[in-house]
């Protein structure tokens, strides 16, 4: 059964950083893209970054691009999200995603239960 | 950026009755237009992929439709598990993946 488990969530002032982590199992993990979307509570859904298979390609939204960095470590089986000079619009749950194919689809078939990220001060 | 519009935001319906949503893009995405479900607490699911397939685990009464910049999902006869919000999200053009503002299905 493929399992993806979010961590590293919480409560952090305008300005700090995060690192939000994805484990996963039950699957291939270094033979996906990967991918972290978030949720504004009662809001939608808004795409952040993804990631190739060996890491050599990344991708962000603008809103976040040059604060968050995505990274993985296919040894352990993990997704990261570091989250700089974060601001209070990025405060949201955060989900960690798995593509549906094993080749850049970009639909996901897989998803965490999510973390929350609130940035206050 | 392509930008999803979906209609209507809510959609107040009772069970057994046929919901029709609306997914709008600003420029072709020509069949690369997928639809997911989303229950209150609960994660995204994938419900339809490239318009007009269903994905694996789909009910039948959930249909896709449309390509271009007009799409509808269609569920022929609501479930009690069914009312949830419905996003539709594109792949023609990326980054940014993007998703549409979804619509709610409401019970009547």
């Known amino acids: 059964e493929v399992q993806l488990v979010e961590s590293g969530g919480g409560l952090v002032q305008p300005g700090g950083s995060l690192r939000l982590s994805c484990t996963a199992s039950g699957f291939m993990f270094s033979n996906y893209w990967m991918t972290w979307v978030r949720q504004v509570p009662g809001k939608g859904l808004e795409w952040v970054a993804n990631i190739k298979q060996d890491g050599s390609d990344k991708y962000y939204d603008n809103s976040v691009k040059g604060r968050f960095i995505i990274s993985r470590d296919n040894a352990d089986n993990s997704l990261y999200l570091q989250m700089n000079s974060l601001r209070a619009d990025d405060t949201a749950v955060y989900y960690c995603?798995?593509?549906?194919?094993?080749?850049?689809?970009?639909?996901?078939?897989?998803w965490g239960q999510g973390t929350q990220v609130t940035v206050s001060s | 950026e392509i930008v999803l519009t979906q209609s209507p935001a809510t959609l107040s319906l009772s069970p057994g009755e046929r919901a029709t949503l609306s997914c709008r893009a600003s420029q072709s995405v020509s069949d690369y237009l997928a639809w997911y479900q989303q229950r209150p607490g609960q994660a995204p699911r994938l419900l339809i992929f490239?318009?007009?397939n269903r994905a694996t685990g789909t009910p039948a009464r959930f249909s896709g439709s449309g390509s271009g910049t007009d799409f509808t999902l269609t569920i022929s006869s609501l479930e009690p598990e069914d009312f949830a919000t419905y996003y539709c999200q594109q792949r023609s053009d990326w980054p940014p993946l993007t998703f549409g503002g979804g619509t709610k299905v409401e019970f009547k």
């Open positions: 995603a798995r593509d549906m194919g094993e080749v850049s689809i970009q639909l996901w078939d897989s």
């Open positions: 490239d318009a007009s």
